[in-house]
C-alpha cells in the first residue's frame, strides 16, 4: 500500500539525489565521449534506460496505449531523446562539460516562453526579467565564440539541445492526459535511442568504441541512473506534489556541472562563464519563483 504523503527528510534525500546526478552527468559523458562515438553513445545508453526502466513497469504494460498514442510517444522521443541527446553526445566534444550544461539549462527559461506562446500560461514581470536575464547568460558564456575563444559549433549544438528538450517539455505537458507518464520515458527512450543507434551504426565506426572502465561507467550512470533512476524518483516526486522543489532546486544543476568540471576536469573557469552562470541561475530562479496565492506556484515548467 503506497503511503499518502511523503516525508520533509525523504523529499530532501530524493531532491539532493536527483540535483547531483544531474549536475554530474555533464563531466561524467564528456570523459565517456573519450572512448566512444557521439551517436552511438547517445543512442545507447537511451537504450539502456528504456530497457531497464520497462522491465519495472511490465505489470502496467496495458497503460501503453500503442495504437491511439504512438504519435505522443514519437514526438517526445525526437525532442527529448534525438535532438536533446544526440546534440548533447556532439556537443559535449566542442566545448567543457561545465560551459555546455550552462547553456543547455536555458532549457526552463525557454519552456517558461513556449509555455507562454503555446499553452497559454501566464507571463509575469519577474518571468519576462527572467527570460531576458536568461538570454543574456547565454550571450555572455557564447561570447568567446564569435571571437575564436571556444567553439561556436558547440554553442549552436547546446542550443539545439535546449530548444529540444524544451520543445519536448512543453510537447509533454500538453499530452500529459493522454499518456501514461512512466510509459512514456520509457517509450521516447526506446525509440529515441533506437534511431541514434541504428544511424551511429551507419554513419559511425562501432569497432571504435573502447569498453575502458571510463566509459562502462558513463553508459551505465546515464542508463540506470541520469534516465531510469531519475525519472522514477522525478514522478515519485510529482505524485506527491513536489514537482514546483525539483523546478525550484534546478538552477543548482548547472552550478554543479560547473564546479565538478574545474576541479575534477581541470575545465577553465573565465570570466564570461561566471557573469554568464550567475546570469542563467538567476533567470531560472526568477521563471521559476512561486507566484500563486500563499507563496505557492500557480504553474510550473516541468
Not at 500529459?176 to 512512466?182: F, N, P, Q, T, Y
Request: glycine share 12%.
Amino acid at each position: 500500500m503506497m503511503e499518502d504523503t511523503i516525508s520533509r527528510s525523504k523529499t530532501i534525500i530524493l531532491l539532493t539525489f536527483l540535483v547531483i546526478v544531474w549536475g554530474v552527468c555533464w563531466p561524467v559523458f564528456k570523459v565517456a565521449l573519450y572512448y566512444t562515438p557521439p551517436l552511438l553513445f547517445g543512442g545507447m545508453r537511451n537504450l539502456v534506460g528504456g530497457v531497464s526502466l520497462a522491465v519495472l513497469l511490465l505489470p502496467r504494460w496495458r497503460q501503453i496505449r500503442w495504437r491511439q498514442t504512438w504519435y505522443i510517444y514519437g514526438v517526445a522521443a525526437l525532442f527529448n531523446s534525438v535532438l536533446y541527446y544526440g546534440a548533447q553526445s556532439f556537443g559535449l566534444g566542442y566545448l567543457p562539460a561545465g560551459l555546455f550544461c550552462v547553456i543547455v539549462y536555458l532549457q526552463p527559461v525557454l519552456v517558461g516562453l513556449m509555455a507562454w506562446m503555446w499553452l497559454g500560461e501566464s507571463m509575469t514581470l519577474m518571468k519576462i526579467v527572467g527570460l531576458i536575464l536568461g538570454f543574456l547568460g547565454v550571450a555572455a558564456v557564447s561570447s568567446g565564440g564569435l571571437s575564436g575563444y571556444i567553439s561556436f559549433t558547440g554553442v549552436v549544438l547546446a542550443i539545439i539541445c535546449s530548444v529540444g528538450w524544451a520543445s519536448g517539455t512543453v510537447w509533454v505537458k500538453k499530452t500529459s492526459g493522454l499518456v501514461d507518464a512512466m510509459w512514456l520515458v520509457v517509450m521516447q527512450s526506446l525509440i529515441g535511442g533506437a534511431i541514434m543507434t541504428i544511424a551511429g551504426l551507419w554513419l559511425e565506426d562501432y569497432f571504435a568504441i573502447v569498453w575502458t572502465p571510463e566509459y562502462w561507467f558513463g553508459l551505465l550512470y546515464g542508463g540506470l541512473l541520469a534516465i531510469a533512476a531519475s525519472w522514477v524518483i522525478y514522478y515519485k516526486l510529482v505524485h506527491y506534489g513536489e514537482a514546483s522543489k525539483v523546478a525550484a532546486y534546478t538552477f543548482l544543476v548547472p552550478l554543479i556541472s560547473v564546479a565538478t568540471g574545474t576541479f575534477f576536469l581541470q575545465e577553465p573557469f573565465t570570466f564570461y562563464l561566471l557573469v554568464g552562470l550567475v546570469l542563467i541561475v538567476t533567470s531560472i530562479y526568477l521563471v521559476n519563483r512561486p507566484t500563486g496565492v500563499g507563496g505557492k506556484k500557480t504553474s510550473i515548467p516541468v
